[in-house]
């Protein structure tokens, strides 16, 4: 019995020293970022700079603020793991010789980026808005793309020696190509959001509205049992989207998966649904 329990946390020590490393990771590349993009708004905002130089800082920000909120949003996940799963876990199989040598806090990395106005910005939001939004988002790509490129003509209209006439012949040619992919990219999105994504979103809600009470209820009794951890985060969760449909999507699916995977899990262990537990069997029925 001791061993397991080593065991066990042996492995969620390893997982924690995992995303502290991670998390550390994200952090270097966020300030790195932000200080990167803060300097190309500058060349926006700079009365001396040309309109093709102002063109160009508008095509390498929105490249990438992509990258840097993919920083953020995987800083952000790794968080949550720590804090909501790794953590409580440890604390409660550790004895309190091991903790006092374990590190508990939360803030790993943080602190600096609190003031960080992209860091503070940059939330994942549900399929429903995100879809949305990246389709805004490659529209407006598109539109900085095609100034970029009447720029670029402009130019190649002006007197160039050879070198420069080449060099910004294929800045237009790479950037036409770019404009070509995202149009397919961004029709290609919208055909997807509203031919597949909308009626499923559509289906979801309407079950929600029937079901929610229910799946909540039957998450309850699980955590009462202390069968699952990352049932109690998500019920936490409820109390902040409930008034919010959007938001309740994301809420209700992931309610419906947790709660179906456990059931799942527990009809599979023989031993205890034949152990006569009426906790047990009422936790496995079928909502």
């Not at 966020?30 to 130089?53: H, M, P, T, W």
């Not at 952000?76 to 790794?86: A, G, I």
Request: aromatic share 10%.
């Amino acid at each position: 019995m001791m061993s397991k329990k080593l065991t066990e946390l042996e492995k969620l020590l390893y997982r924690k020293k995992s995303c502290e490393k991670l998390m550390s990771i994200w952090h270097t590349g966020i300030k790195a970022y932000s200080v990167f993009l803060d300097e190309q708004k500058k060349i926006i905002d700079s009365e001396s700079k040309s309109k093709i130089e102002k063109s160009t800082a508008r095509v390498i920000i929105y490249d990438n603020e992509l990258k840097l909120n993919n920083f953020i949003t995987q800083y952000k996940l790794t968080k949550r793991e720590l804090v909501h799963y790794l953590l409580p876990k440890i604390e409660e199989i550790a004895t309190e010789e091991e903790k006092e040598k374990i590190s508990f806090d939360e803030d790993y990395a943080e602190p600096s980026l609190r003031q960080n106005t992209y860091f503070q910005k940059c939330k994942q939001n549900p399929a429903n808005i995100e879809l949305a939004e990246v389709n805004k988002l490659l529209f407006d790509h598109i539109v900085v793309l095609e100034a970029y490129r009447e720029e670029i003509i402009k130019q190649l209209k002006n007197p160039l020696n050879d070198y420069q006439y080449a060099e910004l012949n294929k800045k237009l040619f790479d950037v036409e190509l770019n404009i070509m992919s995202n149009e397919k990219r961004l029709n290609d999105r919208m055909d997807y959001y509203h031919e597949q994504f909308l009626p499923k979103f559509n289906s979801d809600m309407k079950e929600a509205r029937k079901l929610m009470p229910k799946y909540l209820a039957k998450a309850k009794s699980i955590i009462e049992l202390n069968i699952d951890f990352k049932l109690k985060y998500l019920l936490e969760e409820h109390d902040k989207y409930k008034d919010d449909e959007e938001q309740l999507w994301l809420f209700y699916t992931a309610l419906r998966a947790r709660v179906q995977s456990v059931q799942k899990e527990l009809k599979e262990n023989t031993i205890l649904v034949e152990s006569g537990d009426k906790n047990i069997k009422e936790i496995v029925k079928p909502i």
